[in-house]
Nanobody, 125 residues
Framework: EVQLVESGGGLVQAGGSLKLSCAASGFTFDDYDIGWFRQAPGKEREGVSCISISDDSTYYSDSVKSRFTISSDSAKNTVYLQMNSLKPEDTAVYFC??????????????????WGQGTQVTVSS
């Protein structure tokens, strides 16, 4: 059974940091790209970042570039999203997702095969 389980969300003040984790199981981790998306109430799901497990290529949206860092640990089948300098507009449910060969299509959510249930991130002002 394929599973993607996010953790690490919570409530933090503006300027603070959080580290999200996405633990994957049930598929060949190294064959996939793992993306992070977020969705705020009333807004569309937005691509935040993505990492290609096979070659460590990374991608970021302009809104988080220089503040967020994506990384992976193949031994643990886990992808991390380190979020620094958080802003109230980063408040959303954060999801991780797995897809293959995404490249420049990493921000297109329907290109992904598997999704986690999400973890809430709330940044207070």
């Amino acid at each position: 059974e394929v599973q993607l389980v996010e953790s690490g969300g919570g409530l933090v003040q503006a300027g603070g940091s959080l580290k999200l984790s996405c633990a994957a199981s049930g598929f060949t981790f190294d064959d996939y790209d793992i993306g992070w998306f977020r969705q705020a109430p009333g807004k569309e799901r937005e691509g935040v970042s993505c990492i290609s497990i096979s070659d460590d290529s990374t991608y970021y949206s302009d809104s988080v570039k220089s503040r967020f860092t994506i990384s992976s640990d193949s031994a643990k089948n886990t992808v991390y999203l380190q979020m620094n300098s958080l802003k109230p507009e980063d408040t959303a449910v954060y999801f991780c997702a797995a897809g293959r060969g995404l490249g420049s299509s990493w921000e297109i959510h329907h290109e992904y095969d598997y999704w986690g249930q999400g973890t809430q991130v709330t940044v207070s002002s």
